[in-house]
C-alpha cells in the first residue's frame, strides 16, 4: 500500500486504535526506532516520544544514538539536522513532509550567496566576518556556514556561539532570525550602534556601505511569525491582573516582548526554570501554546497563564499527528521486512552533508 492510501486508511480508523496500533509497534521494534519529539508537538504525539527536548537537547541526541531508525516528530530542518549528524546506515523520517519552518524559508541559498557577494564589495567577509545560522535553517545554509568559518547555533546556546564568533572575526552575519540575534546581543550589552538589519529584498540589504563597514552583527530581517503574536503589553496586562507573576519568554519573540520578561531561554530552559520555582510561583509564558499547556497540567501547584490572549500555535508543528506517526512506524516495520523502502526519509545531499556537519559540530563542542 503506498503511504497516501495507508494515511487515508488511518484516518477512518478510530483513533484509539491507532494510539493502540502506535504502542504496540514500537514494542514490536524496540531499540530499531528512536522516536524524538519536540516540545511544540501536540499531547497525543508527544506522549510516544522517546526523548523530548529543545532544538539543541534533541541534536545532541540524534548524534548520541545508534538507533537505525529515528522518527523525528518535529519539522524539517530538526529532521536535517539529524540527518547530517547520523551515519549514512541509519534513517530520518519526518512524519509529515509539509512540517516545515516559515522562519527557516526567510532565507535561501541565493539570498545569503548574493549577502555574501555584495559584503564583499565591501570588506573581506572571509577574513572579518563569521556566519552563524539558527539551527532552525536549511542544511544548505548550514552548509554555507561550514565551509565560510561559521557556525550554527540554538536558542539554547545562542550566547556562547556569539561570543566563539566575535573571538573568530570581528563581525557576525546571523540568519534567519532577527530576534534571537538581537535579543542575546542585548543581553551580552552590545550596544545598537554595532547592529544593523539585513533586508535580503533590498541592495546592500538596505544598509550604506559605511554602516556595514561599521556593524559588528547584521541580523537578517526574519522572524517566527508564531512569536511574533506576543506583545509587550500583554505583559503588562498580566503584571496588573497577578501580582508577582513572572514573565517568561522565548527569544524568538520581539525585542520589546524580551525586554519586559523576567527570563529568556530556549524551550528547554523554560521547563526547567518553571520546574525549579517553589510552589506557589506563577508564570505567564510567551511561547508555543502546546508547551505551555502541558506545562499547565504537568506543574498545576504553580498557577501559569498563556501570555497572549490569541493562539498562537505552530500549525507546522501540529501537523505531526497519530495517524502520520503511525504510518512512519508501520514503515519503518515494512522496510526491516524488506516489504517497501522506508516512507518520508530525510536525506540532505552528500555535498551539503560535509560542511554542514562541520557548522554543527563546531556548535556541539562547545558544549
Ligand atoms: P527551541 O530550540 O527553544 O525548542 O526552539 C525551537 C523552535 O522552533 C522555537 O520556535
Ligand atoms: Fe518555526 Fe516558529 Fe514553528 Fe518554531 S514556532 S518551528 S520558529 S514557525
Not at 526523548?51 to 538507533?67: M, R, Y
Not at 559588528?216 to 506576543?230: A, E, N, P, T
Amino acid at each position: 500500500m503506498n503511504a497516501q492510501a495507508l494515511l487515508t486508511q488511518l484516518y477512518d480508523t478510530p483513533e484509539t486504535d491507532i494510539l493502540e496500533q502506535i504502542n504496540q509497534l514500537k514494542a514490536e521494534l524496540g531499540d530499531q526506532v528512536l522516536i524524538l519529539g519536540h516540545h511544540y508537538q501536540r499531547e497525543e504525539v508527544f506522549a510516544f516520544a522517546d526523548v523530548s527536548g529543545d532544538s539543541l537537547k534533541l541534536s545532541q541526541q540524534a548524534a548520541a544514538t545508534s538507533a537505525p531508525y529515528i522518527i523525528f516528530c518535529g519539522v524539517h530542518f530538526m529532521a536535517e539536522t539529524a540527518d547530517i549528524l547520523t551515519s549514512d546506515e541509519q534513517s530520518v523520517i519526518l512524519p509529515d513532509l509539509a512540517a516545515g519552518c516559515s522562519m527557516a524559508d526567510m532565507a535561501d541559498d541565493e539570498q545569503v550567496t548574493r549577502c555574501w557577494a555584495e559584503l564583499s564589495d565591501i570588506i573581506n567577509p572571509d577574513e572579518c566576518v563569521t556566519p552563524v545560522t539558527y539551527i532552525n535553517s536549511t542544511a544548505s545554509l548550514k552548509s554555507f556556514c561550514g565551509e565560510h568559518g561559521g557556525i550554527v547555533c540554538t536558542s539554547g546556546n545562542a550566547r556562547k556561539i556569539l561570543e566563539w564568533s566575535w573571538g573568530n572575526r570581528e563581525k557576525i552575519l546571523f540568519f534567519p532570525d532577527q530576534y534571537l540575534g538581537e535579543n542575546t546581543a542585548v543581553t551580552m550589552g552590545v550596544p545598537d550602534s554595532d547592529m544593523i538589519i539585513w533586508d535580503p529584498f533590498q541592495p546592500l540589504g538596505g544598509n550604506t556601505p559605511e554602516a556595514i563597514e561599521k556593524a559588528r552583527l547584521i541580523l537578517w530581517k526574519g522572524f517566527c511569525s508564531v512569536h511574533q503574536l506576543f506583545k509587550p503589553e500583554h505583559a503588562e496586562t498580566m503584571r496588573r491582573n497577578h501580582a508577582g507573576i513572572e514573565i517568561l519568554a522565548h527569544p524568538e519573540c520581539s525585542r520589546a516582548v524580551c525586554e519586559v520578561a523576567d527570563f529568556i531561554g530556549s524551550t528547554e530552559m523554560i521547563i526547567k526554570h518553571v520546574s525549579a520555582a517553589p510552589v506557589g510561583s506563577k508564570f505567564a509564558i510567551a511561547t508555543e501554546l502546546n508547551l505551555v499547556n502541558r506545562l499547565r497540567i504537568q506543574f498545576p501547584d504553580k498557577p501559569i497563564w498563556f501570555l497572549s490572549p490569541m493562539v498562537c500555535m505552530c500549525s507546522t508543528m501540529f501537523r505531526t499527528d497519530p495517524q502520520h506517526l503511525c504510518a512512519a512506524l508501520r514503515s519503518v516495520r515494512d522496510a526491516l521486512h524488506g516489504q517497501q523502502r522506508i516512507s518520508n526519509q530525510i536525506k540532505v545531499p552528500q555535498q551539503q552533508k560535509r560542511w554542514a556537519r562541520l557548522s554543527l559540530e563546531r556548535m556541539l563542542n562547545l558544549g
